[in-house]
């Protein structure tokens, strides 16, 4: 069965610095999402994109984020200038693009800042 | 804004059937999906109602009341591995994301 993988599983940062999260959704799919989930609370929907272009972002994708598809297959979130509070599992999603599609996501990729 | 609830908790035993409730408000209802997350794993769709009523997939069976903004999952013949947190999502019309409810941690013991 396909799947969005993400990578890498894991990545330590220290605050200040630039990080970048790589995800290769499902290659039929249209539509692609970031959600983050700070330990132990729910998920968060951050941003989706679609036809290369962002279609909604929450409140939570402030200046500091912003996402590509510098190809193909990826699909990247860059967080410029990391906080402590971004420290959180970053979850990537992908659809098909008709109405009532379910969101597959990856499995995550742990962002510890430092 | 949009709000979910769901208990934080409950527990059955192996066999049994478990029914996990989510109230929402939101001013755009479009429909409610479930999810399931093990522990350290992604969230897994389970189920979707845009429209009153029952839908059945396998043991798992999920339920819409639009007028009562209230919908639940229910699960038939527990199994250890369906201890996991359940969290419900509503989605608005004209809008793909998803807000979730703060999840419920289902224990199954033997």
């Known amino acids: 069965e396909p799947e969005v993988t993400q990578t890498p599983s894991h990545q330590v940062t220290q605050m200040g610095q630039e990080v970048i999260l790589r995800c290769v959704p499902i290659?039929?799919?249209?539509?692609f999402y970031w959600y983050r989930q700070i330990l132990g609370q729910k998920v968060e929907f951050l941003v989706s994109?679609?036809?290369?272009?962002?279609?909604?972002k929450s409140e939570i994708f402030d200046d500091q984020f912003s996402v590509e598809r510098p190809d193909g297959s990826n699909f990247t979130l860059k967080i410029r200038s990391t906080k402590l509070e971004d420290s959180a599992m970053y979850f990537c999603?992908?659809?098909?693009?008709?109405?009532?599609?379910?969101?597959?996501f990856g499995d995550g990729t742990r962002l510890s800042i430092l | 804004g949009q709000s979910l609830e769901q208990p934080s908790e409950v527990t059955a035993v192996e066999g049994a059937i478990v029914q996990i409730n989510c109230t929402y408000q939101?001013?755009?209802?479009?429909?409610l999906s479930w999810y399931q997350q093990h522990d350290g794993g992604a969230p897994t769709f389970l189920s979707y109602?845009?429209?009153?009523g029952l839908e059945e997939t396998g043991r798992f069976s999920s339920f819409l009341s639009r007028s009562d903004s209230y919908g639940y999952l229910l699960l038939q013949e527990l199994q250890m591995k369906d201890s996991a947190s359940y969290f419900c999502?509503?989605?608005?019309?004209?809008?793909?994301?998803?807000?979730f409810g703060s999840g419920t941690r289902l224990q199954v013991q033997p």
């Open positions: 999502a509503v989605s608005d019309t004209g809008r793909r994301a998803l807000t």
């Open positions: 994109f679609y036809n290369n272009e962002i279609s909604e």
């Open positions: 939101t001013s755009g209802f479009y429909g």
């Open positions: 290659s039929n799919h249209l539509y």
């Open positions: 109602n845009a429209l009153d």
């Open positions: 999603a992908s659809s098909e693009a008709g109405p009532n599609q379910p969101q597959h």
